[in-house]
């Protein structure tokens, strides 16, 4: 690797440039497999997203479900530090309910629920496509999470990587540093790695304590509201806010697209998702929740 760095102009990647005008643009992204949610947000390799939501918001299972989409649609392999959805056990349980879109136990009225012929199908499927890191019990820092993502990456060509959520690592700042500068010193970090492997990162972070408004909802956080800098929107490439409203209780999320970096790829807008309780997935329109048994994410690979 070259430490100084290196000098180049256009004329050096010609090839390269005609290639992505040729292609119009190579930069369009992939859909994340919501129809809706497709006009503000595409995915490409390589990005930093931040992901935000105060808790129970739905953050977690709208990016478990964005996960298991592009398995189904791009063929994805994906790796996982995920210590809010511990233990392992639990966590197969929320994602093959999305995969075979019905639940893996009795309770909810919607019977069949999956068949042990489901679930070792599950198995096999996900376990093909999603590693997840156990990173040394102490001194969880980012360094041993990127070691670890960069031999995923060289073994099983990992495209994608969630890390939820970001207060799990341990953060021993250098003596006069800030606490911005140490945020942006990380993420800068993490950028230059994702763009360097072309692994599209996603990095759920929890907000400030925020007050309540006058109606008994929280408001919707924002990069800015994240503890510790304003860097998290600086160096974010997307920044993504899932929210809902605790007094309806009815199953809808926003999903807040509040920063696009590439314009090819997204702009800054809402969509509401509904979600199905039985088998956590979320859909495009309340209509498809009643048609709950056509559903199910690998029947996206028929």
């Not at 950028?191 to 907000?207: C, G, K, L, Q, S």
Request: overall charge negative; charged content about 25%.
């Amino acid at each position: 690797m070259n430490k100084t760095g290196t000098l180049t102009t256009f004329g050096n990647i010609t090839d390269t440039i005609i290639k992505y005008y040729e292609s119009n643009g190579a930069a369009q992204g992939l859909t994340t497999g919501w129809s809706k949610l497709d006009q503000f947000l595409l995915l490409q390799k390589g990005m930093l997203n931040i992901i935000t939501g105060i808790p129970s918001s739905g953050k977690s299972e709208w990016l478990d479900q964005l996960m298991l989409q592009t398995i189904a649609l791009h063929n994805w392999h994906w790796t996982v530090f995920s210590p809010e959805n511990w233990p392992l056990q639990h966590h197969f349980q929320k994602l093959s309910e999305k995969w075979n879109g019905r639940p893996m136990f009795s309770g909810y009225n919607v019977p069949p629920v999956m068949s042990r012929e489901e679930v070792d199908e599950a198995v096999k499927q996900l376990s093909g496509s999603i590693h997840f890191l156990e990173p040394p019990e102490n001194n969880i820092t980012i360094e041993p999470i990127l070691n670890l993502l960069l031999q995923s990456k060289e073994e099983f060509s990992t495209d994608a990587f969630i890390l939820d959520p970001w207060n799990e690592l341990e953060h021993s700042r250098p003596g006069g540093m800030s606490e911005t500068e140490y945020i942006g010193m990380i993420l800068t970090k993490v950028r230059n790695f994702a763009r360097r492997t072309e692994i599209d990162m996603f990095i759920v972070a929890h907000p400030t304590k925020l007050s309540r408004r006058d109606d008994g909802n929280y408001p919707v956080p924002t990069p800015y509201d994240i503890s510790g800098s304003a860097n998290w929107r600086n160096k974010a490439d997307a920044c993504v806010t899932v929210w809902r409203d605790y007094q309806k209780d009815d199953g809808v999320i926003q999903v807040h697209i509040q920063k696009i970096r590439n314009k090819n790829l997204g702009r800054m807008g809402c969509v509401e998702l509904h979600w199905f309780k039985p088998s956590g997935l979320f859909f495009n329109d309340i209509e498809d929740t009643r048609e709950w048994e056509n559903h199910g994410i690998k029947r996206m690979l028929v």
